[in-house]
């Protein structure tokens, strides 16, 4: 029993302190804190290669910060924890205040302290009329203001009006904090049900793509409810790419124009045409999507010995965003029956890897490239002939092919080249690998985010009330209106600033002088 | 778009503003440093003298022709006055860079670091002169100037851009919306910042009325510490809702152009950093035991947040904002 109250003394201390106020100016420094590595430590959410590159630099201290989750700070468990704990001290903070409100707005102004003056604002008036008239008007101008009348004295001669206002400050931070722990619950929710997937496509026409499952997607970034099977289905073919450029290489504008179908056209088979350009993604219900990204996709041909051919337009990665210097790899296999059984043709398949520069520049035979748009390309490659890979049963490299090949001799180099457009290379057993040019590709994302409105309107609300709690100031005022000489009444009031107090001194004289207009002053005191 | 129009000669009168900015602004701060460190204590016997003489003039208004003689101003004050005239001047011709770079390259002037700090430190400006519009608040203007001076350099000298279209992720409505948003934030929270540092260093030891040395002295001269606390404070609690705004609208934009509203991108991370501080200020302010120093350090940790996002995360660290237009 004795055991059972002092856990329970000591769960109530624990929420008190969570709850105070001195704690949550901590958990927000922590905040701030924690965020910090974010900021100055790459991290995986944002870039992988960089972390492996910052891993490999930094072979002590770099698996270290891996094992306190510093390359996935926001996402770490003590990042998850501050935020958590500093929600649980919100929520704790809140309801109390949320009742008190409450209570205070259906409560009536409290009755006056009995001496007035020593109140931080304080006069004495003296006005023509009697008790009622005078309180009665200056109930009447208390416009905005909640305000009570009491009748104090034997006979209740004396005439005390207590008013406030400002209520809507308390209103205001009370919406501000709620609106808070709205923005996070939607994130959260966006994060649970949301997901984002990127994809290359060519833009020539071809076939595109649909969304239709994640293996459709390059890459797919899933939420944790998301599984892949119920896909917003949404069908995409990429026409053509424009890119302008300054002389200097800044590029102007980027620009797609594509073609798209989603719910009912999707059975009915029509395309509707949209121009997909950076800052005017493509909205389709829930679903966002976006020009991310561009590049080219080199085609080369290959005429096998037998005078049969093959074509390949393949993606290769820009490694340069100014220039659109790219790498990558096309690996073509042979046709059926160029060579008599799978085993021989698994030993003549064609790798082709090398670097595509847009606008050719050579330094000697070195291939770099001079301008990011489709001037001049041209490549330089090596081509290889035996086993690309493609039938080891391993995933292989979009944009390399797999060292271990090359070392194993199972892959042999054949050829070192420059081409342009149009030129080709002859293989000593009479293969001809030709490089016909390039097509664009770009980068398109599907997003989907079903509580990002959420998170949009509950940013709004907090702002507003952010703003009402900044700009509503709270004030008290009380007037004790009493008998004098007849004919006239003696005037007191005095206020109280609850909150900012700056220019509550002016404020005060003007509202004085507002509330009983016709009154000759009998003394003002002001206390700091 | 078709065919981006730069034209070079107005954008040459822009820089021409720019430079003859920073001199006026140098010009202002020397004016406004010997006031700060020459006037004496005279000055407040003056003050009553020219009250005293002005309430004779308005006693005897039923007397015509009655002449007082003005007593001049000190050299210390008109020095001071000339100082401040020429911080608008200066202020003036910032505005009349950034115009003409709007118009010499027909977007909003501020698509590179160069512009975007420029116009904060016209913002930052801007606010000085509205807070700092007192006459008893000029001892103030020389350390906001120092800052902005220090910001106009660094910008003139390692971030200067030429006059160029911007790239195709900036081309959307919400670069003058989102960017000037936090400018202003950014500058009324440069003036917090200065507040709360002078607000520090009167209630530190140097700040003891009747410390001898020339700093102590420097100090004294500054309004007193409730008055820059105050200033602190306003411009803090007009300068925070702003930066929110400016922050959410950069995510309803990094929506549209990046395909999410909120990725921890490095420029991300730090606002939300600045952000995070400066609510603390807030509760602070309201915290016992919190109220003075310790949540003028805050604000300045604040101030000190926004110099880093707007320097190291640009220029040294890579993310999305890397538009610079440098490195």
Redesign the interface.
């Known amino acids: 029993m004795r055991v059972l109250k002092r856990l329970g003394a000591y769960a109530r201390n624990t929420w008190r302190t969570l709850t105070s106020m001195g704690t949550a100016l901590a958990l927000l420094f922590l905040l701030a804190l924690a965020a910090i590595p974010g900021a100055l430590v790459p991290q995986r959410s944002l870039n992988a290669g960089k972390v492996d590159e910052y891993l490999a630099e930094h072979p002590t201290i770099g698996p270290w910060l891996d094992r306190v989750q510093a390359f996935d700070v926001f996402s770490s468990f003590w990042f998850t924890a501050i935020y958590a704990l500093l929600f649980i001290s919100l929520v704790g903070c809140l309801t109390p205040r949320l009742a008190e409100h409450v209570r205070s707005m259906r409560a009536t102004p409290v009755a006056a302290p009995r001496n007035l003056a020593r109140l931080p604002k304080h006069q004495t008036l003296v006005a023509a009329g009697d008790v009622d008239a005078v309180a009665a008007g200056v109930q009447e101008r208390l416009k905005g203001w909640r305000h009570t009348t009491r009748r104090l004295g034997d006979d209740g001669e004396i005439a005390e009006v207590s008013a406030e206002k400002g209520y809507l400050r308390e209103f205001g931070n009370i919406v501000f904090h709620f609106s808070l722990l709205a923005l996070l619950i939607s994130i959260a929710v966006g994060k649970l049900f949301g997901y984002e997937g990127n994809v290359i496509v060519v833009a020539n026409g071809g076939p595109g793509f649909c969304s239709a499952s994640p293996a459709a997607f390059d890459s797919f970034r899933a939420g944790n409810t998301v599984d892949g099977t119920s896909l917003n289905p949404i069908c995409l073919r990429v026409n053509d790419f424009d890119a302008d450029y300054l002389p200097s290489g800044q590029a102007l504008s980027f620009a797609a124009n594509v073609d798209y179908q989603a719910g009912d056209d999707l059975t009915a088979d029509t395309w509707r045409p949209y121009r997909l350009e950076v800052n005017h993604p493509l909205r389709l219900g829930g679903d966002r999507l976006y020009l991310q990204g561009h590049g080219y996709a080199p085609t080369f041909t290959v005429t096998f010995p037998d005078g049969r051919t093959r074509t390949q337009t393949v993606q290769w990665r820009p490694d340069d965003p100014i220039t659109l210097l790219s790498s990558g790899v096309i690996r073509v296999d042979p046709p059926a029956g160029t060579y008599p059984d799978a085993g021989e043709r698994r030993k003549n398949q064609i790798a082709i890897q090398g670097l595509f520069a847009p606008t050719e520049q050579l330094d000697g035979k070195l291939l770099s490239s001079s301008f990011p748009a489709l001037r001049d390309p041209a490549v330089a490659i090596d081509v290889y002939r035996g086993d690309t890979g493609l039938d080891t049963g391993r995933p292989q490299s979009l944009f390399t092919l797999d060292p271990r090949l090359i070392e194993q001799k199972r892959l042999n180099k054949q050829a070192r080249v420059n081409l342009k457009a149009g030129q080709s290379t002859r293989l000593n057993d009479g293969t001809v690998i030709r490089f016909d040019g390039a097509a664009p590709f770009i980068n398109v994302q599907v997003s989907h985010d079903p509580a990002q409105i959420w998170v949009l309107v509950s940013a709004m609300t907090m702002m507003a009330g952010l703003l009402v709690s900044l700009v509503v100031r709270r004030r008290r005022i009380w007037v004790r209106v009493s008998p004098a000489s007849p004919g006239t009444v003696e005037v007191e009031l005095g206020g109280l600033a609850r909150t900012d107090n700056s220019g509550w001194g002016d404020e005060f004289e003007k509202l004085t002088a507002r509330l009983v207009p016709s009154a000759n002053e009998a003394g003002v005191s002001e206390r700091r | ?1 078709n065919g ?1 129009h730069i034209d070079v000669g107005l954008a040459r009168y822009s820089d021409l503003a720019f430079t003859s900015t920073i001199i006026v602004l140098v010009i202002a701060l020397l004016l406004l440093a010997v006031e700060l460190a020459y006037s004496g204590s005279r000055r407040a016997d003056a003050r009553e003298l020219v009250t005293a003489n002005g309430s004779t003039v308005a006693a005897d208004s039923g007397t015509p022709g009655v002449v007082v003689d003005v007593p001049k101003r000190l050299v210390d004050e008109r020095i001071g006055r000339a100082g401040l005239a020429l911080v608008y001047v200066g202020t003036a011709m910032l505005l009349v860079c950034i115009v003409l770079r709007g118009l010499a390259t027909s977007r909003v002037p501020w698509g590179n670091m160069y512009e975007f700090i420029n116009l904060t430190c016209f913002c930052g400006l801007v606010a000085a002169a509205v807070t700092l519009r007192r006459p008893k608040f000029r001892a103030l203007w020389a350390f906001v100037l120092l800052p902005v001076l220090i910001l106009l350099a660094v910008s003139g000298k390692w971030l200067y851009s030429n006059a ?2 911007v ?3 900036l ?2 409505y ?1 670069l003058p919306i989102h960017v000037s948003v936090v400018s202003l934030g950014s500058g009324v929270f440069l003036v917090a910042g200065v507040a709360s540092m002078l607000f520090l260093a009167k209630m530190s030891p140097l700040g003891d009325p009747g410390r001898p040395g020339r700093l102590a002295a420097v100090i004294a001269r500054l309004p007193d510490a409730q008055t820059l606390d ?1 200033i602190a404070y ?1 411009t803090t ?1 007009f300068g ?2 702003i930066f ?2 400016g922050v ?1 609208f950069g ?2 934009w990094a ?12 420029k991300e ?2 606002a ?2 600045a952000w ?2 400066y ?2 200020y807030l ?2 302010r ?2 016992a035991g ?1 109220r003075d120093r310790k949540a003028a350090y805050i604000n300045v940790v604040g101030f000190v ?1 926004m110099v880093f996002n707007l320097f190291f ?1 640009n220029l040294v ?1 890579t ?1 999305l904002h890397s538009y610079a237009g440098v490195g």
């Open positions: 778009m981006p160029a279209p790239m195709p992720a081309q959307s919400w105050r306003r609690i925070f809702p929110g705004f959410i995510a309803i929506e549209e152009a990046w395909g999410r509203y909120w990725g921890w991108d490095p991370t730090v939300f950093i995070v501080v609510a603390a509760h602070a309201s915290t919190w947040a995360i660290v993310g």
